[in-house]
């Protein structure tokens, strides 16, 4: 039956998913894509010649996330993944418009879900990106389902940190009780990582929260969704071709590697650099 | 006599003097070209969209530096400062060979002349970004003048801290605090500020250091340098012309404003935003 629906899609089953974010930070999310679909070819684009994107504006956002997709595009990509909450947030409106195919998703929707079906008392924490927050998309996509309490935090040192591998340690810590103290003083249940780099610092987190408070991240809710979208559009790949991994960055793919082993937990063997205009 | 030295320049003294940095840090470089050459016009720009260029490649900040000096020139600055030390140790070689007209320079040299004539022990202490660490371009050329111990300590938080105008509190006490220790350690007798980001950081480290410790920062001794070139060249802008400081960024214009008006000593007024495609 699959091989049927196969056909029907050009016979382009077996091209990559392509998944992209600034730098490490959506690694995260490739690995739960490769967990969720194991048999399907993924691409990841880390644009670490542009990093951080937290604090950039929605024009330049857009800019840099337009040349990434088309370079993804180019690479075949049947579907692509915005691992990144900043391009999720600010721009992702903008590239749906102008792009009906290949199919693309953030990793916001998905992780509200999952949020609001943890959430008791409704009373929920953001943490994010200067640009996340300051774009409301969090509680804007929260109220639009249910009637809740939404209470947001900027942190903009924590990708910083991830990006430098210091997920824990003394100063780590200090940065992550700062940013969460106001949060707890606000009585959530629900704590949602809001940016794709914040699950490496989950164990530093949650050692700072009360624990009744369940931290939420998009990864595996947004793996589902490409699963379901997948089956929607008969896209699976077949699961007897050859199965490849591949990334790319714009800059710096020694650092890439060398810290990225330490998060992704499989081999990051292919990786090329690219230099994109934008 | 000045006015017949300008005449043989075809007129150009009052083009303005054309500044660089990833960010906000060069405007420490600004604010002493401003104290030393009142009379002269100058142009800033801060590559916003790019910020940090800490940890990138050389490819990389050999590139956004190109088109940061065509946007200068074409600004028609008469005379280049790349007042960021990452650019100064990575690409100011390269650049130099591309650019013969107008003369450009950086600020490692005259940091390290004031660091030669402040140190009394020569167990000098640098800390830079990642990039300009590993370049060794202060071991270089302190060494290429004097016999000296030179201890080098990357301080890769810093730049984000200063670019979130986090300059004091607890978090920046602790990084700095960590980032010292190991130069303590050797005994320096003086520490090079070997970012321009950093003297924004001056207070919280010099309350760190033994009081004996001299503290150096290259943007008076940049200035200077600038003032003996225009000198030499004949270059100076006339004390009678309508003087401007005009500010350009990639990205955020209104950040810039807000984050940089706390640094910078004269008013911001005049900025815009450019797209580079670099």
Same mark, same amino acid.
């Given at each position: 039956?699959?091989?049927?629906?196969?056909?029907?899609?050009? $016979?382009?089953?077996?091209?990559?998913?392509?998944?992209f974010?600034?730098?490490?930070?959506?690694?995260?999310?490739?690995?739960?894509? /490769?967990?969720?679909?194991?048999?399907?070819?993924?691409?990841?684009f880390?644009d670490?010649a542009h990093?951080?994107?937290?604090? &950039?504006?929605?024009?330049t956002i857009v800019r840099f996330s337009k040349d990434i997709i088309s370079f993804l595009i180019k690479? #075949?990509?049947? %579907? @692509?993944?915005?691992?990144?909450?900043?391009v999720?947030?600010?721009a *992702?409106? =903008?590239l749906?418009?102008i792009? &009906?195919?290949?199919?693309?998703?953030?990793?916001? +929707?998905?992780?509200?879900?999952?949020?609001?079906?943890?959430?008791?008392?409704?009373?929920?924490?953001?943490?994010?990106?200067? $640009?996340?927050?300051?774009?409301?998309?969090?509680?804007?996509?929260?109220?639009?389902?249910?009637?809740?309490?939404?209470?947001?935090?900027?942190?903009? *040192?924590?990708?910083? *940190?991830?990006? +430098?591998?210091?997920?824990?340690?003394?100063?780590?810590?200090? =940065?992550?009780?700062?940013?969460?103290?106001? %949060?707890?003083?606000?009585?959530?249940?629900?704590?949602?990582?809001?940016?794709?780099?914040?699950?490496?610092?989950?164990?530093? %987190?949650?050692?700072? *929260?009360? #624990?009744?408070?369940?931290?939420?991240?998009?990864? @595996?809710?947004?793996?589902?969704?490409? #699963?379901? @979208?997948?089956?929607?559009?008969?896209?699976?790949?077949?699961? /007897?071709?050859? #199965?490849?991994?591949?990334?790319y960055?714009s800059?710096?793919?020694?650092?890439?590697?060398?810290?990225?082993?330490?998060?992704?937990?499989?081999?990051?063997?292919?990786?090329?650099?690219v230099d994109l205009v934008g």
């Amino acid at each position: 039956m699959q091989k049927k629906k196969e056909i029907k899609v050009l $016979g382009n089953n077996n091209y990559p998913i392509g998944i992209f974010d600034s730098g490490f930070g959506g690694l995260t999310v490739m690995s739960a894509i /490769n967990k969720v679909l194991p048999s399907e070819n993924l691409i990841y684009f880390g644009d670490t010649a542009h990093v951080p994107y937290g604090a &950039k504006s929605r024009d330049t956002i857009v800019r840099f996330s337009k040349d990434i997709i088309s370079f993804l595009i180019k690479n #075949k990509a049947k %579907l @692509i993944v915005v691992a990144c909450n900043t391009v999720s947030a600010l721009a *992702l409106p =903008v590239l749906e418009k102008i792009l &009906k195919i290949p199919p693309i998703i953030g990793v916001i +929707e998905p992780g509200v879900r999952v949020a609001i079906d943890a959430s008791k008392s409704f009373r929920i924490g953001i943490i994010g990106t200067e $640009g996340t927050i300051k774009s409301k998309s969090y509680p804007k996509a929260i109220n639009k389902l249910v009637k809740a309490k939404v209470y947001q935090q900027a942190c903009p *040192l924590l990708v910083p *940190l991830v990006e +430098e591998g210091l997920i824990d340690g003394e100063i780590t810590d200090k =940065v992550v009780k700062k940013y969460i103290k106001p %949060l707890l003083a606000k009585k959530i249940d629900t704590l949602v990582l809001g940016c794709t780099h914040y699950p490496f610092l989950r164990k530093i %987190l949650e050692k700072n *929260l009360d #624990k009744n408070i369940i931290v939420v991240d998009s990864a @595996i809710s947004t793996a589902l969704e490409v #699963k379901l @979208i997948l089956d929607k559009k008969f896209l699976f790949a077949s699961k /007897n071709g050859k #199965k490849y991994l591949k990334f790319y960055v714009s800059d710096n793919p020694e650092k890439f590697k060398k810290i990225g082993m330490r998060f992704f937990s499989k081999d990051i063997t292919i990786i090329k650099k690219v230099d994109l205009v934008g």
